[in-house]
């Protein structure tokens, strides 16, 4: 059942840090939103000036709300784990269940590759720019994007454009269906209809000169055939972006407001990790899709990952620059122009790494994840919270380096130095994000009930430890619990380490309960490598008699006090 939103805040609140021991409901916690209703009134198509854009979020934005009161506070569409459910927005897939090397190769795609036997029919072009391309109809039928890389970084952006779409897919986003493709460029045939944009914008009908300005761009293979990247068209009709706030008045399933979305609050530190600086909303793409002849609804999308990996700016300076500050950044400048740019910051640190331009300024040292900024403000972004940030780290902790071997070599650089680079790279810059989102909220998470002959065991998996950052032997482990709404301390017996990253302890029982009057339970557990006392997550519960828990709900505190009675 869809909960209002005044239910979702008020699981938000109860997820927060400050409030007072409020009791969980007994219901099992919203496993998906149920924001695919279908509605008959197709919505209007949202058309995103990339100019406009850029200076409302960089320039008049801020002005407007220099004096604003904005409490911020915490997302609202946030179950009482403590995560996100399935929605048409995000769907949970790495962590909610194992998932394979080859899967997260896989991705989206579940339709056979292109045939490079062609013919391949070109309707659209997009000629110029720096990762130029164009559309064709491939012979199965289907649409697709092909991008090329440029001449200036070999194979990156088809290979950011591929690896990054298959990491976004396993978080949980909804990328389409990219694929590196080879081919000759005789399969190619013009539609007569086909139309291309001239230097001005205007579309102006396609001809093979617009081929040619494409191909001079393109990386050709001693063999002659060309290296792109092939973005399936997505299924439904495009109705343009979705903003990073507000929500769409055409849409009813969309009642959440954009900015207090977790899911895009926590894209900060994802983008972060692969350097998508261009995550802004013209690289997103809501489809209205068809459940039939009469309705359907709203699928949300980010598309587009060919600036990731160390793309690089021009001049110079500002190729450094990104992924440290905004394109445009008041206060930076200003500060610049005062000491005449004497202080050292972080980017006049950079050098190009052992793949010198390919992946560029991309490093590990200097990335500083709660610092990150995109190209310009992302409003989503910008209201990340540490809760956020940690649901975030949480997901990420579950890659392994297969995985990011399989990402990678689903991009095809054919290089073996530049695969174990980028492996480097981003199984650094995953370490950097975990060592500081996964220590300062509990990273105990995936709380389980296992069921005995005697007794029912409550059992947690440490994220940190799945994601590198604390290994088992530094671990050290305590348990409190509290029963009844009067919360009298009882203590947990039986805490012990199952296998390398969980850990269990045995459940105190409540001599009362019945299923008719079930009695409540909290039970602490504490995660500690130092010498200090960190916050414990606490496991909500229901005891419903015998070996019978429910686990209702999970907080993770600020501190390590005992709830508030």
């Given amino acids: 059942m869809r909960l209002p939103i005044a239910s979702l805040a008020l699981v938000a609140a109860l997820t927060g840090c400050a409030t007072p021991f409020r009791p969980f409901p007994l219901r099992a916690p919203m496993e998906r939103d149920e924001d695919a209703h279908p509605f008959a009134a197709e919505p209007d198509e949202y058309y995103s000036s990339f100019l406009w854009d850029g200076a409302d979020q960089m320039v008049f934005r801020p002005i407007a709300r220099f004096w604003a009161v904005d409490p911020g506070g915490e997302a609202v569409n946030v179950n009482a784990l403590d995560e996100v459910p399935d929605s048409s927005w995000f769907v949970n897939r790495l962590g909610q269940r194992a998932m394979t090397p080859e899967e997260v190769a896989e991705g989206p795609c579940k339709t056979p590759p292109l045939d490079p036997a062609g013919p391949w029919i070109a ?12 559309i064709i109809k491939g012979n199965d039928g289907h649409g697709y994007l092909l991008k090329f890389d440029g001449v200036v970084q070999g194979p990156r952006a088809t290979a950011a454009d591929v690896s990054v779409s298959k990491l976004y897919h396993a978080v949980g986003f909804n990328p389409p269906c990219n694929r590196v493709v080879f081919f000759d460029r005789s399969i190619i045939e013009i539609s007569e209809d086909a139309k291309s944009e001239n230097e001005a914008g205007d579309k102006v009908k396609m001809s093979e000169a617009d081929l040619d300005k494409v191909f001079a761009k393109a990386i050709r293979l001693p063999d002659g055939r060309y290296r792109a990247s092939s973005s399936l068209f997505l299924d439904g009709k495009p109705i343009g972006p979705f903003r990073y706030e507000g929500t769409r008045d055409d849409d009813p399933n969309d009642v959440v407001p954009h900015q207090d979305r977790r899911e895009l609050r926590g894209h900060r ?6 350097g998508h600086t261009d995550a802004r909303e013209q690289n997103t793409l809501d489809m ?29 300076g500002l190729g450094r620059r990104v992924q440290h500050e905004a394109y445009f950044d008041g206060p930076e400048i200003f500060e610049d122009w005062i000491t005449l740019g004497i202080p050292t ?42 809760r956020d940030g940690a649901w975030m780290a949480r997901k990420l902790a579950h890659f392994t380096k297969d995985h990011l071997r399989a990402a990678i070599g689903s991009a095809e650089m054919q290089d073996e130095a530049l695969d174990d680079e980028l492996l480097r790279l981003l199984w650094g810059r995953r370490q950097r994000v975990l060592s500081r989102y996964l220590t300062r909220l509990s990273p105990l998470s995936d709380p389980e009930v296992r069921v005995g002959a005697s007794q029912s065991e409550l059992c947690l998996d440490d994220l940190a430890i799945v994601g590198g950052v604390a290994t088992a032997s530094q671990r050290r482990y305590s348990s409190r619990a509290y029963l009844g709404l009067k919360l009298r301390p009882t203590t947990p017996t039986g805490l012990h380490s199952e296998g390398k990253s969980q850990v269990c302890l045995t459940l105190p029982k409540s001599e009362r309960a019945t299923p008719e009057q079930p009695d409540y339970l909290i039970v602490d557990v504490i995660a500690q490598s130092g010498g200090s006392v960190p916050a414990p997550t606490r496991v909500h519960l229901y005891h419903l008699g015998g070996g019978d828990y429910r686990i209702v709900g999970l907080e993770r505190p600020e501190d390590a006090d005992p709830p508030a009675g």
């Avoid at 530190?269 to 692969?274: D, G, I, K, N, Q």
């Avoid at 949300?300 to 021009?314: K, N, Q, R």
Wanted: contains cysteine.
């Fill in 288 to 316: 209205f899709v068809k459940v039939d002849d009469a309705a359907g609804y709203v699928r949300h999308h980010i598309i587009d990952f060919g600036d990731c990996l160390g793309s690089i700016w021009e001049p110079p």
């Fill in 269 to 274: 530190l994802l983008a972060a990790w692969t």
């Fill in 345 to 386: 910051r972080p980017w006049d640190r950079l050098r190009f790494g052992p793949s010198g331009k390919v992946f560029a300024y991309f490093d590990i040292e200097e990335l500083v994840p709660e610092d990150w900024e995109p190209g310009y403000p992302n409003p989503a972004m910008l209201r990340m919270t540490e």
């Fill in 123 to 134: 309707t659209g072009a997009k000629p110029n720019g720096a990762n130029p391309g164009f």
